[in-house]
Nanobody, 114 residues
């Protein structure tokens, strides 16, 4: 059973930083492309960044230069470093397994205050 558990969200002031983590299990993590997405106030999902099994990274233009994705295959964890946070980054952030299932975890809330 694929399981994805996000953590690390919280309340942060604008301009601050957070690092989100995703603990993965139930599938060959190192062979999977993994992504971070977030849910907008209108409930649509916005893709943020992906990292392939070979380490190649793609980043959405909206967060390029501010958000950094990384993976630790030995620990089956995915991370997203959020820098220079803006109030519009307030959202629920999810990790997603892209190769086998398209599943996402339960999400972690990030709230950016002024």
């Amino acid at each position: 059973e694929i399981q994805l558990v996000e953590s690390g969200g919280g309340l942060v002031q604008a301009g601050g930083s957070l690092t989100l983590s995703c603990a993965a299990s139930g599938f060959p993590f190192s062979a999977s492309t993994m992504s971070w997405i977030r849910q907008t106030p209108g409930k649509k999902y916005e893709w943020l960044s992906s990292i392939e099994s070979d380490g190649r990274i793609t980043v959405a233009a909206a967060v390029k230069g501010r958000f950094i994705i990384a993976r630790n295959n030995a620990e089956s964890t995915l991370s997203l470093q959020l820098n220079g946070l803006k109030t519009e980054d307030t959202s629920i952030y999810y990790c997603r397994e892209d190769t086998r299932s398209g599943m996402r975890g339960q999400g972690t809330q990030v709230t950016v205050s002024t």
